[in-house]
Each structure stands twice: as structure tokens, then as C-alpha cells.
């Protein structure tokens, strides 16, 4: 580390120039929520535009100045390439833009997390100073080819498991964690855990740089087929051998590894039930959904691999090799053309498109139905009451937006563990913030053909929230949710 690396980094890092900017603590308040709180991977347009909206709105009631243009603006803005603080992309099967965090902001939301430390309130140097022993140790057996010294370690982990069982069997003696040494481990794991899911990124940037060059290169035209495709395997190749490349999928053979999943699984739970994470609450949720997580991270950076294969697939394939070199024509006789009327341009640009005519069948016609008829009133004499306006603005403006997707993703979870749960069951588990939640359910139950019954009835009890001190009982037609198949 130099002053003049770090000059560099400093004037060109865009993580810098995120925590550089006025609006900072907003910007990754706003993108911490939607991706990492929501657990979210990627956002399509039609969502993250009116979250941003909603956001502004909360920012404008507390008296913020802060963001005051519009979402769209500020979307394209992250998005540029000066900015680089959200990825926009056009996924496969989906007709509008689609939004993730860089490798940036994951960098800027994980130091931010480790400087503040949110979730966990200390810093667990014992547990961390454990973790450094335990794994130089592993590194020095693991590294070592001499049988005697791995014997010997053998023998005296032998030795202490050997203790450990006649403790238990002769005096019923078991020893435990202290309750600090507990949560110091636990901070640490979810500390890890997190900057795991931040460093995909650094992975599927790689693989996007290479997919990128071999596009680049086939529309210019200008190397043969041969020397793309040498460079492109020669390039991904490099990085499977690097470090960073080999860790990668030697955790994507573990974590896809149904053993190792059930195994997680299983820890997950008997970790949901220690006393002493009972105050971790968000610690706890995002170890939860950990394998889950993992997975979505992992089969992203396989998407952008399988990116790379199609590229290079339709590279060797040469009846459209015909196609890529008229392709090239085409572009070149139009940079002519622009050039070619660069001093004097058009002053009309226009475009016309040629429409195939469309045939449709008389009977797809539905049959002729009156026009419904609607109540006349008048309200020519009618005066508003301006009290009982406000008051139903102020109640609109307090309605909360529901989270279909992150009430699918519960149910989804929850039918993953248990192979089928009721609607109180899930409400046991994740108490809702209010009626609207329950409305939620029901009706994800009825578009998503869950079984109801609704000559069966169940009680659900909504707990005091903060926009009413009341117990709420309802009753409500027994719900299963169900897998798909089921």
C-alpha cells in the first residue's frame, strides 16, 4: 500500500464516490433495505422505481432534503457508468430492466456494517482470535506429508474425544460455551456469512468481463473465430485456476451437495432454539435463510457462465458465422453513412414500420352484453367535509404496502421445511404486522391454488401492534400451503 495507489483508488473507486456523496447515508439506507433486509438479488424496474418513490416520501415527511428528483433520475444515475452503484441489465424472459447491487456497494454496505456493527453491539476478539489458531493449526496438519506428526495429531485428538465421552458417561459432566462465547462465535459466522454473499460479485464480474470481450470481438469483426475463442477459454480457464476461481466452485460443489444442505439445515434449526441468541433477531433471520441465499448467489455467477458457454457456442457455429459478418457490414455502412452526413444531419428522423396484417376468428368474439348501468347522483348541492378528508388521507397515507414476494418466499420456505404448513402456523412463526399481512395470505392462497377449506374454520390471534393496542382474534377458513405437485 501506497499514497499513490491509494490516490488512485480514491479518485477512481466507486465505492468511494459513494461514500463520498452528499447523499450517502440515504443512497445506502435505500439500497441496504430493498436488497440486503429484503434479501433480495436482483429487483426488476417495475418494483424498485415505486420502493425508491415511497422512500423519497418518508425522506420529504421527516423534513429531509435529501433526494428530492425524481426515482427515474436517480436510477439511470446509480446506474451509469460514472456512478457503477447498481447494475441495470435486461434479464433473459422479462421485458423490463432489471437492478443489483455491485460489487461496489456490496463493499461499501459490508464495511459499513463491520464499522457500525448493527446487529451484534461488541466485537468478539476471542472468538476471532480462536478462529485465526484453529485455522493455522488446520493449515499446518493439512499442509504437512510427515505420518509421524500427523499420527501424533491423530492420537491427541483421539485422546481428547476419549475424555470427553468418559466425562460424560462416568459423571454426566458436559461442557458448554459460555452465553459471550456464544454470541461472539454467532457474530462472527454471520459476519462471514455476509461478506460470503458480497464477494459473488467479485466472481461473476470476472465472467462477465470475459462474456463482454467475446461479444465485443464478434461484432467487430476483426479476429478469426479461432483466436476468440483461444483467448476466451484461455481467459476462463485462468480464472477457475486462481485462488478465487477454485474456491468458488469447490463451495458450489459443497453447498449443492443435498447432504451438506440437509447438515445445514440441521444446525440452522438447533441454532433457532439456543436461549442465548434469543436477542440476535437479525442474526438469526439471515442464518434462516443462509441456504437459500447461497444457493440464488451461486446459481446467479452459473447464469452468467452459461452466458459465456452460449457465446461461445454460437462462436463455433458456423451458419452464423454468415449472419455475424453481414451483421458487421451493416454497422460499418452506417458509421459511413453518419460520417458522411455529419456536416449537414438530418433534420427528420423517422421510422417506418411494415405491420403484417392480423386475422382473428368470429367466434373468439365473446357475445353481445349491455352496457352496465350506473346509479345517477346528484352532487350538485353537495359540500365536503374538509375534517373527514383529511382524516381518510392520513389513513391512506398510512396503509402499508404488502410484500407479495416476500410472503411467497416465507411460504416457500416453510413448505421446504415442513413439506406442508397452515396459515397460522406461518403467522406463529413470523408474527404479522398487522390485518393487511393476513389479507395477503389468503389471497396468495387463492391465486396460488394452496389448499382452503372453507368449510373449515381456524382462529388466528394478530398480537397489539404500534398502529393498534388491541388483541385481535379472527377467524378465518383453514388454509394449507402446499409444494408444487402437491
Known amino acids: 500500500m501506497t499514497p499513490e495507489q491509494l490516490q488512485i483508488y480514491f479518485n477512481t473507486s466507486p465505492a468511494i464516490r459513494l461514500l463520498q456523496a452528499t447523499s450517502a447515508p440515504h443512497v445506502v439506507c435505500f439500497l441496504y433495505e430493498r436488497f440486503k433486509q429484503a434479501r433480495a438479488i436482483d429487483i426488476p424496474h417495475s418494483e424498485l422505481l415505486p420502493a425508491l418513490a415511497g422512500y423519497q ?29 447498481l447494475h441495470r441489465f435486461l434479464a433473459a424472459g422479462r421485458n423490463e430492466p432489471v437492478y443489483e447491487l455491485t460489487k461496489h456497494s456490496e463493499q461499501v454496505i459490508g464495511f459499513l456494517e463491520h464499522a457500525l456493527q448493527q446487529d451484534l453491539s461488541f466485537v468478539g476478539t476471542e472468538s476471532r482470535l480462536r478462529l485465526v489458531m484453529q485455522t493455522l493449526e488446520e ?56 461478506q460470503l454473499q458480497g464477494d459473488f460479485r467479485a466472481v461473476e464480474e470476472k465472467f462477465k468481463e470475459i462474456t463482454r470481450q467475446v461479444q465485443q470481438r464478434q461484432v467487430q469483426g476483426l479476429d478469426s473465430r479461432g483466436g476468440i475463442l483461444g483467448d476466451a477459454l484461455g481467459a476462463e480457464d485462468e480464472l477457475k485456476r486462481q485462488d478465487q476461481g477454485v474456491s468458488f466452485f469447490e463451495f458450489l460443489r459443497f453447498i449443492q451437495s443435498p447432504q451438506q444442505q440437509d447438515r445445514l439445515q440441521a444446525i440452522i434449526q438447533q441454532l433457532l432454539h439456543l436461549r442465548e441468541l434469543a436477542e440476535q433477531a437479525e442474526g438469526l433471520d439471515t442464518i434462516r435463510h443462509m441456504v437459500r441465499g447461497l444457493l440464488d448467489e451461486a446459481e446467479k455467477v452459473l447464469h452468467t457462465t452459461r452466458r459465456l458457454s452460449s457465446s461461445l457456442r454460437r462462436l463455433l457455429d458456423t451458419r452464423t458465422q454468415h449472419e455475424r459478418r453481414r451483421v458487421t457490414e ?75 414476494k416476500g410472503m411467497r418466499e416465507r411460504i416457500r420456505q416453510m413448505v421446504e421445511w415442513h413439506g406442508r404448513c397452515t396459515l397460522g402456523e406461518i403467522l406463529t412463526d413470523e408474527p404479522p404486522a398487522g390485518l393487511v ?19 373449515a374454520m381456524e382462529e388466528i390471534l394478530l398480537p397489539p401492534s404500534a398502529d393498534d393496542s388491541r388483541t385481535l382474534a379472527l377467524t378465518v377458513p383453514l388454509v394449507t400451503f402446499v409444494g408444487r405437485g402437491t
Not at 172 to 193: D, H, K, S, W
Not at 376 to 402: C, G, K, N, T
Not at 437 to 455: E, F, T, W
Open 437 to 455: 399481512d393476513v389479507l395477503g395470505y389468503l389471497q396468495i392462497a387463492c391465486d396460488d391454488g394452496h389448499l382452503v377449506r372453507p368449510d
Open 57 to 85: 416520501e418518508r425522506l420529504q415527511e421527516a423534513g429531509c432534503e435529501a433526494l428530492r428528483d425524481k426515482p427515474e433520475e436517480y436510477l439511470r444515475e446509480w446506474s451509469s457508468p460514472e456512478k457503477r452503484w
Open 330 to 404: 451493416v454497422l460499418r455502412q452506417i458509421r459511413v453513412l453518419a460520417a458522411s452526413m455529419n456536416d449537414d444531419p438530418p433534420r427528420q428522423v423517422g421510422l417506418d414500420i411494415d405491420h403484417t396484417l392480423e386475422m382473428y376468428a368470429p367466434l373468439s368474439r365473446t357475445n353481445w352484453s349491455p352496457p352496465a348501468r350506473f346509479e345517477q347522483v346528484d352532487l350538485s348541492e353537495y359540500v365536503a367535509d374538509e375534517d373527514l378528508r383529511r382524516e381518510v388521507f392520513r389513513a391512506f397515507l398510512q396503509l402499508r404496502p404488502i410484500n407479495w
Open 139 to 194: 493449515l499446518v496438519i493439512g499442509a504437512s506429508d510427515d505420518p509421524v506428526a500427523r499420527l501424533q495429531h491423530l492420537r491427541e485428538e483421539q485422546a481428547r474425544i476419549a475424555q470427553q465421552i468418559e466425562d460424560i458417561e462416568q459423571h454426566g459432566r458436559v461442557t458448554t460455551f459460555a452465553p459471550t462465547r456464544i454470541r461472539e462465535q454467532f457474530a462472527l459466522a454471520v459476519r462471514m456469512l455476509k
